[in-house]
C-alpha cells in the first residue's frame, strides 16, 4: 500500500522518529546558504527575509524569521502584496526594500527559483541573496546561492518538500541543534497546506508536527486559532487542511498576507485575537467571491469547445486574483480537466494565469510545452502560475490543448481508485483502527478508501433529500448529493461501492460513499415514467428549436466521442434500445461526478436542471418529450443541437388520468405543502403522497408538469414557487389535452 515494503519501511511509514529527518547538508547549495547565513549573524548584518503571501510563504517567512531573532539576527520579513506586487521576486520590490531596509542579506523562501534577471539586479545592487525554493526550476538557475531540493545536481533524497520545509532545512543546517523543532508545526501546516505529497520526510514532518500539537508545546498563534475554531486535543490533517489552511491563505487573497503571518510570530495575545477574527471574516469573503466567479465561470463555459478540447481555459480580467486557485481545482475536480484561469490584466497587456491538473497530467510539462506564448511560468506537477500577452491567450488555448489531445481518453474518464477490497463483515472497528494508522492523509497519501461488493443495498433519503442513507448489510453508509444518480445503488445487478469508512455517529463504524459502479442500471420504470412526464412542466411559447428523427436514424445519432452527446430515455425500455445499439458511452463506469461532466452518456428520466446542458452539443430524446417547453429550456441553457423522435410512445401516459376533480386535489396538496424542500420530483412526490389517496407516480408528474406548463408554479434548485396570480384553464395546456385525447 502507498508504495511502501518491508519491515523498515513500514516502521518509518508508522511511528515517526526526529532522527530520521534527511541530513539537510546533502541539498545542494545548502552549505554555502548555512555559511552565508552564520556569517551574517557573526557580524550583526541586517537580513530581510523574501516571502510569499500564500500559506506555505507566509509559514517559511515565519520559521526562519523566528529562528533568526532567536539567534538574535536583525532580521525584517517583507510578503508581497498578491494584488500589487504579484508571486515572487520583482526588481520594483528588491529596490524599494533596499532603499527602505538597507539589508546585507535577501533570503527567499518559497519563491525565487525563476528569479533569474531579479537575482541579478540585487546583486548589481551589491547585496547577496539567497534563493530558498522548492518549485520547479526553469532552464536558467539564478547566479546565487540557491537551496531547491528540485534544482539540476540535487541528490536530496525527498523532492517535494514544501517551502517552509526548506526553510526548516536550512534552520537545521544553521544551528545543528534541537531549535529547527521549535517550528515543526508551523512546517507541518505549510506542507498541509501546500498539498504536496504526504510521503516521506513530508509525512515525518506532518507527524512531529502534529506530536507538539497533541502536546500542547506549540505556536501561540496556531493555538489561538485552533481555540476559535473549535479544534483541540488531536488535531488532524484535515483540521488543519479545511479549517486552518484556507484561513491562513484569505490573508493573502482578501488582502494582507503580513497578517497571518504576525498571528504566528507575535507573543501579543489580544493582537493575534483580533487577527484571527479579521481572517475568519475574510475567509467567508472569500468563499463568497469563490462562489461568485465559479458560477461566473461555469456561464462561460458555454462557448468553450468542450467536446473536442481537454482543457479547460478560461479568461476574465474582472475576476480577482485572489481566489483563482481556488476555482481552478473546483473546475479540474468537476469536469476531470486541467484547468487555466486567466485574469488581471497589466498595464503592459500581459495576464496572470492559474493552471491546477488532474491525476496524471503534469501541469509543469504542459506549460513547458507553450513555454515560447508564456512571459513566465513556474510551479508543481499539480499547480502552476503563469503569465500571458493578451494577444496569446488564443494561441495559448489551442497549443495547451494539443499537449493534451495526445493523452489518451482514459486520463479523463470518470473513474474510483481504491486501496482494499474487503467483504461488509470486515468493515469492522478493528480495521477502522488500522487504517487511522495511515494518518496524517492528504494529498500523496489520500484517506484509505475500500471497495465492497454488495449484491443488494437498501436506500433512502436523508433529512436532506439530495442526500442518502444506503444500508450495505450491516454497515450503515451515507452518499452525498446522490440522489439523481440512485438508480446505480438499487436493484439485483452486483454493486462495487467504493467508500471511506469513518467512525459512527453513535460509535461503531460508518462509511462515506464515493463511487459506484454498476454493468446494470437499476431503473423502476414507474418512477422513470413519472419524471420523465414531469419534464412537461417547462412552459411553451412555440418557439422551440429541433430536429425531427425516423426510427432508423438513431443509429446515425451515436456518439463516436466520449464528450458531447445526452441520449435522453423514458424507461428501462428505451435505456436497453440505446445501449444495444452501441456507441461511446460513459454510463456504465464508475458514477461520481460524471453528471458535472459532458460524457456521453444516457440519462433516465432525468432532472434535466441538474445537468450542465451547455456543455453538450447533441441531446437525443429517444421518447418524444411530454411538450416543446422542455425542448425550450433547453435551448435557452445550451447551444446543443436537439433531436426529437418523429413517432409518440404513448404507453408512457398509462394510468393517467385527465380528470378534473384529481388534478383539482393534487393542486390542493401541493399549495399546501409548498414550503417543504424537495431536490427533485420525485422526492417532492413521495412526500405528498400520503395527502392525496391513491396517488401514483405518473399521475402526480403528469398533474405537476400540467401545472408547471400554465405557470401556476415553478421547481428550481429543490425550490418550489407557486403562483396565485395566474388562472387558466387547463385546456391551456398542451399535456392535459395530449392526455383527454387518450380516454
Not at 473513474?415 to 461488509?424: F, K, P, S, T
Not at 455517529?505 to 414531469?534: P, R, W
Request: aromatic letters at 8%; one cysteine or more; hydrophobic letters at 40%.
Amino acid at each position: 500500500m502507498r508504495g511502501v515494503t518491508g519491515e523498515e519501511e513500514m516502521r518509518a511509514f508508522l511511528v515517526p522518529d526526529v532522527s530520521r529527518l534527511g541530513d539537510p547538508f546533502t541539498m545542494k547549495g545548502m552549505k554555502e546558504a548555512a555559511d552565508r547565513v552564520k556569517r551574517a549573524l557573526d557580524e550583526g548584518e541586517k537580513i530581510v527575509v523574501y516571502g510569499d503571501y500564500d500559506a506555505d510563504g507566509v509559514c517559511a517567512s515565519a520559521v526562519l524569521s523566528l529562528a533568526f531573532k532567536s539567534l538574535g539576527a536583525d532580521v525584517v520579513v517583507h510578503i508581497p502584496d498578491r494584488m500589487k506586487d504579484g508571486y515572487g521576486l520583482s526588481v520594483e520590490s528588491i529596490e524599494r526594500i533596499i532603499e527602505e531596509q538597507g539589508p546585507d542579506l535577501i533570503i527567499t523562501c518559497d519563491c525565487g527559483i525563476s528569479g533569474v534577471k531579479e537575482v541579478e539586479h540585487c546583486l548589481d545592487l551589491g547585496v547577496d541573496i539567497i534563493v530558498t525554493d522548492h518549485h520547479e526550476p526553469g532552464p536558467v538557475i539564478p547566479e546565487c546561492i540557491v537551496v531547491d531540493p528540485k534544482q539540476p545536481g540535487d541528490d536530496y533524497a525527498d523532492k517535494y518538500l514544501c517551502g517552509a520545509g526548506v526553510a526548516l532545512k536550512l534552520v537545521q543546517a544553521i544551528t545543528g541543534s534541537e531549535l529547527y523543532k521549535e517550528f515543526l508545526d508551523i512546517a507541518a501546516v505549510a506542507t498541509i497546506a501546500d498539498l504536496v505529497p504526504l510521503m516521506n520526510e513530508n509525512r515525518l514532518i506532518v507527524q512531529l508536527g502534529l506530536r507538539r500539537m497533541a502536546e500542547g508545546k506549540f505556536n501561540l498563534g496556531l493555538r489561538t486559532m485552533f481555540k476559535s475554531l473549535g479544534l483541540g486535543g488531536a488535531i488532524s490533517s484535515s483540521d488543519i487542511a479545511y479549517k486552518v489552511a484556507p484561513r491562513i491563505n484569505a490573508a493573502g487573497r482578501m488582502g494582507d498576507a503580513f497578517r497571518a503571518f504576525e498571528i504566528l510570530t507575535s507573543s501579543d495575545v489580544k493582537r493575534i485575537g483580533e487577527l484571527v477574527r479579521e481572517l475568519d471574516e475574510d475567509n467567508d469573503k472569500r468563499k463568497e467571491l469563490c462562489d461568485s466567479i465559479y458560477d461566473e465561470a461555469v456561464e462561460d463555459l458555454a462557448f468553450e469547445d468542450m467536446v473536442h478540447g481537454r482543457a479547460i481555459v478560461l479568461s476574465n480580467p474582472e475576476w480577482s486574483k485572489g481566489v483563482t486557485g481556488i476555482a481552478a481545482a473546483r473546475f479540474s475536480g468537476d469536469y476531470n480537466r486541467p484547468t487555466f484561469i486567466i485574469v488581471d490584466r497589466n498595464d503592459d497587456g500581459v495576464f496572470k494565469g492559474t493552471a491546477r491538473g488532474i491525476k496524471g497530467v503534469n501541469i509543469f510539462e504542459a506549460l513547458s510545452y507553450c513555454s515560447d506564448l508564456l512571459t513566465e511560468f513556474g510551479g508543481h506537477t499539480g499547480a502552476a502560475g503563469f503569465s500571458v500577452r493578451e494577444e496569446n491567450i488564443p494561441l495559448f488555448r489551442e497549443r495547451i490543448n494539443e499537449y493534451f489531445a495526445k493523452l489518451p481518453d482514459e486520463y479523463f474518464l470518470p473513474h474510483a481508485e481504491y486501496d482494499l477490497e474487503v467483504r461488509e463483515d470486515e468493515c469492522t472497528e478493528e480495521l477502522l483502527g488500522a487504517l487511522s494508522r495511515m494518518e496524517p492523509t492528504g494529498n500523496g497519501n489520500e484517506k484509505p478508501l475500500l471497495k465492497v461488493r454488495a449484491e443488494r443495498v437498501r436506500i433512502a433519503p436523508c433529512k436532506n433529500p439530495v442526500h442518502t442513507s444506503v444500508q450495505i448489510g450491516r454497515l450503515q453508509t451515507y452518499a452525498f448529493n446522490f440522489y439523481n444518480k440512485n438508480q446505480f445503488l438499487i436493484g439485483d445487478a452486483p454493486k462495487d461501492i467504493v467508500l471511506e469508512l469513518t467512525e459512527g455517529l453513535n460509535g461503531g463504524v460508518s462509511g462515506y460513499i464515493k463511487a459506484v459502479g454498476t454493468e446494470t442500471a437499476a431503473i423502476n420504470d414507474e418512477m422513470a415514467q413519472a419524471n420523465f412526464i414531469g419534464l412537461g412542466r417547462f412552459p411553451c411559447t412555440g418557439k422551440a428549436k429541433y430536429t425531427k428523427y425516423g426510427s432508423d436514424d438513431i443509429a446515425s445519432l451515436l456518439p463516436d466521442s466520449v464528450y458531447g452527446t445526452m441520449f435522453v430515455c423514458a424507461d428501462s425500455r428505451s435505456y436497453g434500445r440505446v445501449l444495444s445499439l452501441g456507441g461511446r458511452f460513459v454510463t456504465s463506469d464508475y458514477m461520481t461526478k460524471a453528471e458535472a461532466n459532458n460524457y456521453s452518456g444516457i440519462i433516465v428520466a432525468p432532472n434535466i436542471e441538474s445537468v450542465r446542458l451547455a456543455n453538450y452539443e447533441r441531446i437525443v430524446f429517444v421518447d418524444a418529450p411530454p411538450s416543446e417547453g422542455v425542448i425550450e429550456y433547453i435551448n435557452s441553457v445550451s447551444r446543443a443541437e436537439v433531436y426529437v423522435p418523429e413517432s409518440d410512445r404513448t404507453d408512457i401516459y398509462d394510468g393517467i388520468t385527465a380528470d378534473r376533480g384529481v388534478f383539482a386535489s393534487v393542486y390542493s396538496a401541493i399549495a399546501a405543502h409548498a414550503a417543504v424542500a424537495a431536490s427533485g420530483l420525485t422526492v417532492f412526490y413521495k412526500r405528498l403522497a400520503p395527502f392525496v389517496r391513491g396517488l401514483t407516480a405518473k399521475q402526480f408528474a403528469a398533474c405537476f408538469a400540467v401545472f408547471g406548463e400554465l405557470g401556476f408554479l415553478s421547481l428550481s434548485g429543490g425550490r418550489l414557487e407557486m403562483n396565485g396570480s395566474v388562472r387558466r384553464p387547463l385546456t391551456d395546456s398542451g399535456l392535459y389535452n395530449k392526455l383527454r385525447e387518450r380516454r
